[in-house]
Every structure is written in structure tokens, then in C-alpha cells.
């Protein structure tokens, strides 16, 4: 079968294929990245020129690089866990920042610590902060063994 002839491909497989594709960019459409796309397909000349030469952009498209370069050593299970985990955790952090008022910071003591610590949200924020920072030290000291 060559690959430029589609005649030569079942029409159940032209179907399923195409509602595949309608669903991909359903997707990106409900996600907001089709527009993205489409934006920076329009502008694709004038935005890469622009980004070379920003030094703070081009150091930023070097993160990104890096940050998908170690998403990659990432197992799929556990990325598709930690993809749930980083929505469910910035939903919560938005929302929470949103409710902060800072023109009237709070000011605590030891007791006032002490006794935000029997707040049960305050202790479940804290559990979570402790689960996150006992896991990162365990993948950073398997990193210092490598």
C-alpha cells in the first residue's frame, strides 16, 4: 500500500482516522492551545525573531527544553498521575492565592503558629507540602548516587 494513495485505505479506517483528528482539535480548541497554535503559525516569523532576541525568553525556551527533556525520563503511569496532581494542585493553589488579601497580611506569633497548626486545612496544606519535599529529596539524593 503506498502511503499517497488514500483510495487504497478502507473507508472505516479514513473514518476512524478523521474522527480521531476532529476529536484532537476539539481538544485543543476546549484548551485553549489551538489558538496558540494558530497565533503563532500566523506569526511565526515575527514571533521567533522576537524570542531570539529577548536573552530572558531564549533563557526561558531553555528551561522549557530542559523541563521537557526530564518529562521524558518520566514513566507513563506516573506521569499521567502527576499530570492530575499538577491540575488538582494548581486549581487549589489559584484559588487560594485569589483569597489572600494582601494589603492585610496576618501577623502571628509561636502561639498564633501554634494554634493555626489545629486548623485542619492549615495541617492537610502543611501534609501535602511535606509529602511533596520528602519525595523530591528522595529523587534528588537517587540523582547524587548517579
Not at 479514513?14 to 497565533?39: E, V
Not at 527533556?69 to 484559588?95: H, P, W, Y
Not at 494589603?103 to 502561639?111: F, Q
Request: contains cysteine; hydrophobic residues 45%; aromatic residues 2%.
Amino acid at each position: 500500500m503506498s502511503e499517497n494513495n488514500i483510495e487504497e485505505i478502507p473507508p472505516e479506517v479514513q473514518a476512524q482516522a478523521l474522527s480521531q483528528l476532529l476529536s484532537s482539535i476539539a481538544s485543543l480548541k476546549r484548551s485553549g492551545l489551538l489558538g496558540l497554535i494558530n497565533y503563532l503559525a500566523e506569526k511565526a516569523d515575527d514571533t521567533f525573531l522576537a524570542i531570539s532576541d529577548d536573552p530572558v525568553l531564549m533563557r526561558l525556551a531553555g528551561l522549557l527544553a530542559s523541563l521537557g527533556r526530564g518529562m521524558e525520563k518520566v514513566d507513563g503511569t506516573q506521569f499521567a498521575k502527576a499530570k492530575m496532581g499538577i491540575e488538582d494542585l494548581a486549581s487549589c493553589t489559584m484559588n487560594a492565592i485569589a483569597d489572600v488579601d494582601l494589603a492585610k497580611p496576618r501577623k502571628l506569633g509561636i502561639m498564633g503558629l501554634m494554634n493555626a497548626l489545629r486548623d485542619p486545612d492549615v495541617s492537610q496544606g502543611i501534609g501535602i507540602l511535606l509529602d511533596i519535599a520528602k519525595n523530591l529529596g528522595a529523587c534528588a539524593r537517587s540523582k547524587k548516587k548517579e
